[in-house]
């Protein structure tokens, strides 16, 4: 398809929708937690998810190079990916969708400020720092609401604040070694198949395998492999069409909507104040992630946001 200078209604609508499904992947790791291990969980779903992309890659007839080349970096890449879902799946499993999800989303914070020391052409200007500010300070008024409180736990915060830092990490990885010589599929391999095998081999470190395993944990299981694969596949769709900074823009949602779901589905409180933080740091985000165009912009995967300069 042509690519387009700027966003259009039809992704927007795509947009709208891949927040819905990214921001619902949150439930879906809580309901598959309730009947299976949350790491053994997430190394089933970076399993089935790595059988979905060798599918597709057959199917599509796409194939991956360079991965002899990439190796030290993708294992290190790969390591990192579970760190985080080793985190967030935790996570999960401890505090509230609500809480987690503010928290988890709030990566693009912790990126510009690391990204402000480490790399050229990333240093924060005046609108990106107020966005870091108000960001912060949503997070923060976020995990201090006593209303949400009742509902989460400090422990699950924190993990959720640590796969953050990892998905962060992520981001820096891609950006900085020879994995930024992959296409996206090969990025998207190396996360999968390095965190299944690492993922299955210390789940019974954190506990059985299996709890209470009924159809709805089974859902939740098959919708995150469908988000971990296709659902990235479909964002990169959207990456070839539309300019990066716009498709950046709509990250907010996600942390919006995952709040939203957690009340509809789990009935967590969600009062005036946390609003008010949820609004704050969505705020802090867009002004974070909005950015000049430029004639040529690298499009990020979900989870693997690329840095891009100021125009």
């Known amino acids: 398809m042509e690519r387009k200078q700027q966003m259009d209604l039809a992704g927007a609508v795509g947009m709208v929708v891949f927040a819905n499904v990214l921001a619902f992947n949150q439930v879906a790791i809580k309901l598959t937690n309730a009947g299976i291990g949350p790491v053994f969980a997430a190394g089933l779903r970076s399993a089935l998810a790595l059988a979905v992309l060798g599918i597709w890659l057959l199917v599509s007839g796409r194939r991956i190079t360079g991965l002899r080349r990439t190796l030290w970096s993708g294992l290190f890449l790969g390591g990192l990916f579970s760190v985080e ?54 997070v923060g008024w976020a995990l201090a609401d006593p209303q949400s409180r009742g509902a989460g736990d400090i422990r699950g915060d924190l993990l959720a604040l640590l796969a953050s830092w990892a998905w962060a990490g992520i981001a820096l990885n891609v950006r900085l070694t020879r994995t930024s010589e992959l296409n996206a599929e090969g990025q998207l391999f190396w996360q999968l198949a390095v965190s299944a095998v690492v993922l299955c081999v210390v789940a019974p470190l954190f506990g059985p ?5 009924d159809l709805l944990s089974l859902f939740g299981l098959v919708y995150g492999t469908l988000v971990a694969s296709l659902g990235f596949l479909f964002w990169l769709r959207l990456m070839g069409i539309y300019p990066a900074s716009d498709i950046a823009s709509f990250s907010f949602l996600s942390p919006v909507l995952a709040v939203v ?3 509809l589905v789990f009935d967590e409180p969600v009062g005036p104040d946390f609003l008010g933080a949820l609004a704050l740091t969505a705020v802090g985000i867009v002004l974070i992630n909005r950015r000049r165009k430029t004639r040529a912009e690298v499009p990020p995967g979900p989870g693997q946001e690329t840095l891009r300069k100021e125009g």
């Open 209 to 213: 395998l299996w709890r209470e395993t």
């Open 261 to 263: 779901f957690g009340w």
């Open 85 to 138: 879902f080793i985190l967030l799946f935790t996570s999960l499993d401890l505090t509230s969708v609500s809480r987690a999800s503010i928290t988890f989303y709030a990566m693009p914070v912790w990126l510009a400020l690391v990204a402000h020391f480490t790399l050229p052409g990333e240093r924060l200007s005046s609108r990106r720092l107020l966005g870091l500010v108000l960001a912060m300070a949503g």
